[in-house]
């Protein structure tokens, strides 16, 4: 049975079978593990939330920004332009939809709203210019699982592009491009000058069927792409690129929102390129929203000064159902992250983590317990946070500083991390192989891993006290 065969030497399924207690691996038990394996994927759907060959719908009816007065010359105001057009095509949404197109030129704006079956497509040459008056940008309450802005507490500016309960919704072109010129924003925040917290660049609210596909995204002022409480958002084949010095500025954002696709795009960001969350403390725990069943694939990542793929640490109403592979890090301060502290509350849990390459990473792997500051007083400081069920496999690095760093707490250690296949090439400055992981309250397993992991993850410890040791 050359199947089984093949599936008895792979390391990620040895793992498995190490960490549930299964001692002889014969042929029948790699079947069933194989079997199981896949039943478990396919039930959570991560396997298909990318393979739905979403394509834009043709609508039957378009009209052109210029038919509502716009100039694209870079200088003159067009928020009006835009918002009596989505006005104007609304009407159409009983009859198929309509589409918004945006010819060559620089199209200045504030802050404006899509409708609900509206293709926003931006033409070769086009690029939406964000206006860099706060006086064009429109203040709005902040998340309801948040409790207040991610920079001050209080309401927050409106982004640039936004859509709120909104079904089939395109944002799309011939790689057009929207330029948030967050410069401004960028040093208000740094001179502490904000008036309320920074807007994103897109954002989708409870909404769903969505899609973001073939544009260029530029200086965000805070993140670039932003579905909160949306379900059913494709993300295909954009660029998203802020200043490395840009402050805290992280490309897309997952934020309590199920089925989620991001695949075949390139970010390069101030902060995070990819960041899962799901609200912050008290206020996430009780909006209980949680971010699931998301699939990123095929992207290439930069994260200045954070990770080019974090979880959290907002993720109060819980993140699970994760696949990631195929993913290219590079010039990172850390490649893949799970950031939380106590009082989040909520859970990081079924994540799998597979075929990445790194280079020139500062840490490969870390998981921070006591990461993140709180939105008030009134969080619940007995309110741990779950970490479990991580799968790191199939991974290299070249030029990396340190493999990994587990940090979980007392009150709630991180438990069953499984480790297969990682091969870290180490920076010349790097520590010694001793130091190369550093660990504390953190249990799981490890199979062909370089360099050696941490004595917490040589071995598992089930809580049926079933010892399994590599």
């Known amino acids: ?62 009209v052109s920004i210029l038919e509502f007065g716009a100039v694209g010359d870079g200088k003159t105001l ?56 706060p006086l064009h940008w429109q203040v709005v309450d902040p998340l309801p699982s948040y409790g207040r802005g991610i920079d001050l507490p209080g309401r927050r500016y409106m982004s640039l592009i936004n859509g709120y309960m909104l079904h089939d919704v395109v944002v799309t072109g011939d790689n057009g491009t929207i330029d948030g010129q967050g410069l401004l924003w960028w040093d208000r925040f740094n001179s502490h000058s904000l008036k309320h917290s920074r807007p994103h660049l897109v954002e989708f609210v409870s909404s769903e069927n969505v899609i973001v596909s073939n544009l260029t995204f530029l200086n965000a002022p805070a993140y670039t792409i932003h579905s909160v409480y949306c379900s059913h958002v494709y993300i295909n084949k954009v660029t998203a690129t802020t200043s490395p010095e840009s ?99 909520g859970y990081m849990k079924e994540i799998d983590v597979s075929n990445i ?44 500083s340190i493999a990994g760093e587990f940090f979980g707490t007392k009150e709630s250690p991180f438990t069953s991390v499984l480790l297969s296949n990682i091969s870290l090439s180490m920076s010349s400055d790097s520590p010694d192989d001793d130091d190369s992981w550093r660990c504390s309250y953190v249990e ?10 941490c004595f917490e993850l040589k071995s598992f410890e089930s809580s049926y006290g079933r010892a399994v040791a590599l």
């Open 444 to 453: 799981g397993s490890s199979e062909s891993v370089v360099p050696e992991p």
């Open 78 to 133: 067009n928020t009006i332009a835009f918002q009596n057009a989505v006005f104007y095509l609304k009407s159409f949404a009983d009859k198929g939809g309509a589409q918004l197109y945006v010819p060559p030129g620089r199209w200045l704006t504030g802050s404006f709203n899509l409708t609900s079956h509206l293709t926003l497509f931006l033409e070769k040459d086009a690029v939406i210019l964000a206006s860099q008056d």
């Open 247 to 345: 402050p805290y500025t992280i490309g897309i954002v997952p934020d309590s929102s199920d089925n989620v696709c991001i695949q075949d795009s390139s970010i390069n960001m101030g902060y995070d390129a990819i960041s899962l969350k799901s609200g912050w403390d008290e206020y996430g725990i009780s909006y209980a929203r949680p971010t699931a069943n998301v699939q990123i694939q095929n992207v290439y990542l930069q994260a200045a000064s954070g990770s080019s793929i974090s979880f959290g640490s907002e993720m109060s109403g819980g993140i699970s159902d994760v696949m990631v592979r195929d993913a290219h890090i590079r010039n990172s301060v850390s490649g893949v992250a799970f950031r939380t502290t106590k009082g989040r509350g």
């Open 1 to 62: 049975m050359p199947v089984i065969e093949a599936y008895k030497s792979n390391p990620s399924i040895v793992l498995v079978s190490r960490f549930l207690g299964l001692r002889h691996f014969d042929g029948s038990v790699a079947l069933v593990l194989l079997l199981a394996l896949s039943c478990l994927i396919q039930s959570h759907g991560a396997g298909n939330v990318c393979d739905l060959g979403r394509r834009p719908n043709t609508r039957p009816h378009s």
């Open 357 to 400: 390459n790194m280079v020139n990473v500062g840490t490969a792997f870390l998981a921070n317990g006591s990461f993140g500051t709180h939105p008030d007083s009134g969080f619940d400081a007995n309110a741990y946070p779950l970490v479990s069920h991580i799968m790191l496999h199939d991974i290299v690095g070249e030029n990396i």
